[in-house]
Protein backbone atom coordinates (compact mmCIF):
# COMPACT_ATOMS: atom_id res chain seq x y z
CA UNK A 1 0.00 0.00 0.00
CA UNK A 2 1.16 3.39 -1.05
CA UNK A 3 1.09 6.23 1.60
CA UNK A 4 1.22 10.13 0.95
CA UNK A 5 1.70 12.76 3.40
CA UNK A 6 1.67 16.13 2.69
CA UNK A 7 3.52 18.58 4.58
CA UNK A 8 1.68 21.38 6.53
CA UNK A 9 -0.29 23.89 4.55
CA UNK A 10 -0.44 27.39 6.38
CA UNK A 11 -1.90 31.01 6.58
CA UNK A 12 -0.43 33.48 3.92
CA UNK A 13 -1.16 36.81 2.57
CA UNK A 14 -2.11 37.93 -0.46
CA UNK A 15 0.94 37.63 -2.46
CA UNK A 16 2.92 35.23 -0.56
CA UNK A 17 4.53 31.78 -1.30
CA UNK A 18 4.29 28.72 0.14
CA UNK A 19 6.18 25.07 -0.98
CA UNK A 20 4.20 21.98 -0.29
CA UNK A 21 5.54 18.65 -0.38
CA UNK A 22 4.27 15.35 -0.58
CA UNK A 23 6.71 12.85 0.64
CA UNK A 24 5.33 8.73 -0.57
CA UNK A 25 6.25 5.38 0.51
CA UNK A 26 7.50 2.44 -1.36
CA UNK A 27 10.16 2.15 -4.26
CA UNK A 28 7.91 2.32 -7.23
CA UNK A 29 7.39 6.38 -6.55
CA UNK A 30 9.77 6.57 -9.91
CA UNK A 31 6.98 5.09 -12.26
CA UNK A 32 4.29 7.49 -10.69
CA UNK A 33 2.80 10.51 -12.71
CA UNK A 34 2.07 12.96 -9.81
CA UNK A 35 -0.86 15.41 -9.20
CA UNK A 36 -1.54 18.08 -6.95
CA UNK A 37 -5.43 19.02 -6.42
CA UNK A 38 -7.50 21.03 -4.67
CA UNK A 39 -11.03 21.55 -3.50
CA UNK A 40 -12.47 24.77 -1.83
CA UNK A 41 -15.27 24.66 0.43
CA UNK A 42 -18.18 24.48 -1.76
CA UNK A 43 -16.90 23.81 -4.88
CA UNK A 44 -15.60 20.60 -6.75
CA UNK A 45 -11.85 19.08 -6.10
CA UNK A 46 -10.34 20.47 -9.13
CA UNK A 47 -6.84 19.98 -11.04
CA UNK A 48 -3.71 22.36 -10.21
CA UNK A 49 -0.92 20.52 -11.54
CA UNK A 50 0.96 17.02 -12.93
CA UNK A 51 4.61 15.99 -13.44
CA UNK A 52 5.75 12.81 -15.42
CA UNK A 53 7.46 10.17 -13.91
CA UNK A 54 10.74 11.80 -14.56
CA UNK A 55 9.89 15.46 -14.77
CA UNK A 56 10.26 15.76 -17.95
CA UNK A 57 6.49 16.99 -18.07
CA UNK A 58 4.39 19.23 -16.38
CA UNK A 59 1.08 20.83 -16.48
CA UNK A 60 -0.93 23.17 -15.05
CA UNK A 61 -4.18 24.38 -14.73
CA UNK A 62 -4.73 28.10 -16.36
CA UNK A 63 -5.54 29.73 -13.05
CA UNK A 64 -2.00 28.62 -11.16
CA UNK A 65 0.28 28.93 -14.77
CA UNK A 66 3.26 31.38 -14.18
CA UNK A 67 2.57 31.23 -10.04
CA UNK A 68 2.89 28.21 -9.55
CA UNK A 69 5.54 25.34 -10.12
CA UNK A 70 5.78 21.18 -9.42
CA UNK A 71 8.95 19.27 -9.15
CA UNK A 72 9.98 16.10 -7.88
CA UNK A 73 13.22 14.27 -6.25
CA UNK A 74 13.09 10.66 -6.95
CA UNK A 75 15.12 9.81 -4.68
CA UNK A 76 13.77 11.69 -2.43
CA UNK A 77 10.34 10.26 -3.54
CA UNK A 78 9.37 13.80 -2.88
CA UNK A 79 6.86 15.91 -5.26
CA UNK A 80 7.02 19.84 -4.47
CA UNK A 81 4.50 22.53 -4.92
CA UNK A 82 5.50 25.85 -4.91
CA UNK A 83 2.90 28.29 -4.74
CA UNK A 84 3.89 32.33 -5.78
CA UNK A 85 1.73 35.31 -5.96
CA UNK A 86 -1.08 33.45 -3.86
CA UNK A 87 -4.49 34.71 -3.90
CA UNK A 88 -7.29 34.71 -2.08
CA UNK A 89 -9.11 31.81 -4.76
CA UNK A 90 -6.35 29.75 -4.04
CA UNK A 91 -7.62 29.62 -0.84
CA UNK A 92 -8.53 25.39 -0.73
CA UNK A 93 -7.10 21.93 0.61
CA UNK A 94 -4.70 20.66 -1.43
CA UNK A 95 -4.25 17.18 -2.19
CA UNK A 96 -1.24 15.21 -3.96
CA UNK A 97 -1.89 11.83 -5.60
CA UNK A 98 -0.10 9.27 -7.31
CA UNK A 99 -0.77 7.62 -10.67
CA UNK A 100 0.87 4.73 -11.85
CA UNK A 101 -0.85 4.10 -15.35
CA UNK A 102 0.03 5.21 -18.58
CA UNK A 103 -2.74 7.11 -18.39
CA UNK A 104 -1.88 8.91 -15.79
CA UNK A 105 1.73 9.97 -17.80
CA UNK A 106 -0.42 11.31 -20.47
CA UNK A 107 -4.09 12.32 -18.91
CA UNK A 108 -3.27 13.38 -15.00
CA UNK A 109 -5.58 16.72 -15.30
CA UNK A 110 -7.87 13.88 -14.25
CA UNK A 111 -8.38 12.88 -10.98
CA UNK A 112 -9.72 9.76 -12.28
CA UNK A 113 -6.16 8.12 -13.52
CA UNK A 114 -4.86 8.49 -10.01
CA UNK A 115 -4.31 5.11 -7.37
CA UNK A 116 -3.60 7.04 -4.20
CA UNK A 117 -3.72 10.69 -2.46
CA UNK A 118 -3.12 12.27 0.54
CA UNK A 119 -5.23 12.85 3.46
CA UNK A 120 -4.92 17.23 2.33
CA UNK A 121 -3.70 20.06 4.02
CA UNK A 122 -5.06 23.46 4.57
CA UNK A 123 -3.67 26.70 2.45
CA UNK A 124 -5.46 29.47 3.64
CA UNK A 125 -4.91 33.47 1.48
CA UNK A 126 -5.47 36.32 3.51
CA UNK A 127 -7.06 39.15 1.27
Known amino acids: QVQLVESRGGLVQTGGSLRLSCTTS????????MGWFRQAPGKEREFVAY????????YYADSVKGRFTISRDNAKTTVYLQMNSLKPEDTAVYYC????????????????????WGQGTQVTVSS
Open 26 to 33: GRTFITYA
Open 51 to 58: ITWNGGNT
Open 97 to 116: AAGASMAAQRMGVSARYYDY
